[in-house]
């Protein structure tokens, strides 16, 4: 088992143990020994969903076996499984299960399935992401001085995402005016995704090009020092619109499964002359910094 199964099996049996208590994803993050951003991404990828989607799944699951086989009270289960009010808990059961607790108890909950435990083995994993099987590059990518227009954004792993609306009004405010940048260096164009530690998922997306110097910067536009380094190197074919499925093998499948380790830098997408967001021929590369 590699060190990333490993880390993935040791949050799950830390949330089995812990869901009575409260959770937050960077407690669970830091029993799993990986750093925040990188957690949620792997364990968002690997199991299908967020990881605290998942924890509240886990809840309302043992909740349902509460219900169906014990006589505690509604809301002494609902306090017990991390739910403020009984309230809350009959709207969240139902939105998962489409029926209300009350009904669950009386119906001693047949017909109902419950979110199992996983087990996280490779072959679990190569099952999920059956579909999509590709090999990276493994290359040192030189440091490289850019010039772009940076926004915070909110990522997909959040409630309060709003990558979906930023990402794409950043790129239609940037392709304008990259014939505007002095001193570019080739015709390549790069997005760097750049994430900190806090539990908001707070992120930030640089569209840019490289540039031989960063004397003149445009206004609206900041420079910033890639420092390279050794990357698993993907290459993305067709629509942008199918890039999820390549980042969910790349984060649910092949890293779990590969012996690498990520490191600390931006993850960077290549957009070079075989790009074209919509066609089913387009080409892109996504950088994966590992050590």
């Not at 812990?18 to 690997?46: D, N």
């Not at 009904?103 to 994993?125: M, N, Y």
């Not at 950043?170 to 994430?195: A, T, Y």
Request: hydrophobic letters at 35%; proline letters at 7%; glycine letters at 8%.
């Amino acid at each position: 088992m590699t060190s990333y199964l490993r880390q993935l099996q040791r949050s799950i049996d830390y949330i089995e143990t812990h869901l009575g208590e409260e959770l937050r994803t960077v407690r669970i993050a830091k029993h799993a020994g990986m750093s925040m951003w990188h957690f949620q991404r792997v364990f968002s990828a690997a199991l299908g969903q967020p990881v605290m989607d998942y924890v509240r799944r886990r809840r309302l699951s043992r909740a349902m076996d509460e219900l169906a086989g014990t006589p505690k009270s509604l809301f002494d289960i609902a306090l017990d499984h991390g739910f403020g009010s009984q309230e809350a808990f009959t709207r969240a059961f139902k939105d998962m299960f489409g029926i209300t607790p009350g009904v669950c108890r009386k119906q001693r909950g047949h017909g109902l399935l419950p979110q199992a435990v996983p087990e996280i083995t490779t072959e679990s994993l190569f099952h999920l992401h059956h579909r999509i099987t590709m090999t990276p590059r493994i290359e040192t990518l030189p440091p490289r001085l850019v010039i772009g227009i940076e926004r915070p954004f909110i990522s997909a792993l959040s409630p309060k995402r709003n990558n979906h609306l930023v990402i794409p009004r950043l790129w239609q405010d940037f392709g304008p005016r990259i014939d505007s940048i002095p001193n570019r260096s080739g015709d390549l164009v790069f997005g760097c995704i750049f994430c900190d530690e806090g539990e908001d998922a707070s992120c930030r997306y640089l569209a840019c090009v490289e540039v031989s110097s960063a004397v003149e910067v445009p206004k609206g536009m900041v420079s910033r020092e890639l420092s390279g380094g050794r990357h698993a190197v993907f290459t993305h074919q067709g629509s942008m619109s199918r890039i999820d499925r390549t980042l969910g093998y790349v984060y649910g499948s092949w890293l779990p499964r590969s012996e690498h380790q990520l490191r600390p830098g931006p993850e960077i997408e290549i957009y070079g002359a075989k790009f074209h967001p919509e066609s089913p021929d387009s080409e892109m590369e996504f950088c994966l910094p590992i050590q």
